[in-house]
C-alpha cells in the first residue's frame, strides 16, 4: 500500500494517476471532499487532518512506502500559523508515524524557495539556506520541513527530499498559480505583465522525480527537479500559441509592481487574509531574482530526463479545455506553427 497526501493538488493528482496506472494500491489522505481531482480514480480514501497526528497515525498504518505532497502553498503572510502547522508539525506527524509503521520510505515534496541561492548562480541541494534574506512564511516552513526530515533520518527512518520549481502539466484542479495565470490568458484576462524569470517543472517530470527518488534516492539526500527556465514573457509566448491569442508585449517594470505589491500587502492581509494575490511582493521577488537550478545530482544518480515546458502547457491547456473552463469565443490569432519564446521578443528585463 501506498500513502499519497496532497492528492488533491497538482503534483498529487498527477502523482496518483501515475502510480494507479503501475498497478499500485493507494490509498489518499483526505482532510475534505476530493472533487474532480480524484473523481474515477479506484483509491483509498482515508479522512484526517495533518494537524491531527492520530489521524495521520491511522492513515500511515500498513503502508510500505509514503509519498508526502501535502502543503500549504502561500506567498502572502496572512495565514502564517496554519501554515506553520501544516508544513511543519504536518510533516512532522508523518514522519514519525512513518518510523513506527515501519514504513520503508518516505518521499517528502521540497520547494526550490527553501533552497540556498546566490546571485547569478545556480541551486544546487547543497546551497545553504540563508536564514537572515525577507523570506515569506511559506519559505521559512518548508525549510523547517526539511529539517524535520533531517532530524528523521538521523533517527533512522528513510527518508528522501525531492525538491519542485514551479509546476506546469494537467490535473490543475484548484487550481495553481500558473494555472490560474493560463487560464486568465486564455480567456482574454491578461494585459500586461511583470518581467523575470524562474525554472519551471513539467508535472509529469516532476512525477517522475518522485518516483525515481522513491526506487533510486539515497536515504537522507535531497534532489532538485526542475524541466527548463523560462522567463515570464516565454512563458506567455508559449501560452499564446496553445491558446490562439496574440503574445503580450506591454510590459509592467518589476520595480514598480513590486512597490505596488508591498503597498497594497497589509491591507489584502487584513481584509482577506485567506485571499492569495497574484502578485504578491514574494511572487515578485521570486520572479525578478531569476533564481536558476542545478538538476545535475538527480541526472546523475537518478536516472532523471527532464522534457518540455511547452508539452506540459499544451497539456494544461487542453486539460482546462475539457473541463469548460476556457472561453472559446475568445481565441483570435492562429499562432500554431510558430516556434514561441525569446526568439520572438527581447530578453526580458527587471
Not at 482532510?31 to 480524484?38: I, Q, V
Request: net charge positive; hydrophobic share 40%; aromatic share 6%.
Amino acid at each position: 500500500m501506498i500513502l499519497v497526501t496532497g492528492a488533491t493538488g497538482h503534483l498529487g493528482a498527477n502523482l496518483v494517476r501515475a502510480l494507479l496506472a503501475e498497478g499500485q494500491d493507494v490509498r489518499v489522505l483526505l482532510k475534505g471532499e476530493a472533487g474532480p481531482a480524484l473523481d474515477g480514480l479506484a483509491v483509498h480514501r482515508v479522512r484526517g487532518d495533518l494537524r491531527d497526528a492520530r489521524a495521520v497515525g491511522r492513515a500511515v498504518s500498513g503502508c510500505e512506502e509514503i509519498y508526502h505532497c501535502a502543503a500549504l502553498v502561500s506567498t502572502g503572510s496572512g495565514r502564517a500559523r496554519e501554515t506553520y502547522d501544516v508544513n511543519v508539525a504536518g510533516t512532522r506527524h508523518v514522519l514519525a508515524a512513518s518510523r513506527r509503521s515501519g514504513v520503508r520510505r518516505v518521499v517528502v515534496t521540497g520547494s526550490l524557495s527553501a533552497t540556498g541561492w546566490r546571485p547569478g548562480v545556480p541551486s544546487t541541494e547543497e546551497e545553504p539556506f540563508y536564514p537572515f534574506a525577507e523570506h515569506t512564511p511559506y519559505t521559512v516552513t518548508k525549510m523547517l520541513a526539511e529539517h524535520e526530515c533531517a532530524k528523521a533520518a538521523a533517527q533512522g527512518l528513510d527518508v528522501v527530499v525531492a525538491t519542485s520549481t514551479a509546476i506546469v502539466g494537467p490535473h490543475d484542479y484548484r487550481p495553481s498559480r500558473m494555472g490560474r495565470l493560463l487560464l486568465d490568458f486564455a480567456n482574454g484576462r491578461v494585459l500586461l505583465y511583470v518581467p523575470g524569470g524562474f525554472e519551471f517543472v513539467s508535472v509529469t517530470d516532476l512525477v517522475a522525480g518522485h518516483l525515481l527518488a522513491m526506487r533510486r534516492g539515497a536515504a537522507g539526500r535531497k534532489y532538485l527537479f526542475s524541466t527548463r527556465f523560462h522567463t515570464v514573457g516565454e512563458m506567455l509566448d508559449l501560452y499564446a500559441a496553445v491558446c490562439g491569442r496574440r503574445p503580450l508585449r506591454l510590459r509592467l517594470p518589476s520595480p514598480l509592481m513590486a512597490g505596488v505589491a508591498r503597498a497594497a500587502a497589509p491591507l489584502a492581509a487584513r481584509l482577506a487574509p485567506r485571499h492569495e494575490p497574484r502578485l504578491t511582493p514574494a511572487a515578485v521577488g521570486f520572479l525578478r531574482s531569476r533564481r536558476r537550478a542545478d538538476c545535475s545530482r538527480a541526472v546523475t544518480e537518478l536516472g532523471y530526463r527532464p522534457t518540455s515546458v511547452a508539452r506540459a502547457v499544451e497539456e494544461a491547456y487542453a486539460c482546462f479545455a475539457r473541463r469548460g473552463l476556457v472561453d472559446g469565443r475568445r481565441r483570435t490569432t492562429a499562432v500554431r506553427g510558430r516556434t514561441p519564446g525569446a526568439a520572438r521578443r527581447p530578453a526580458d528585463q527587471p
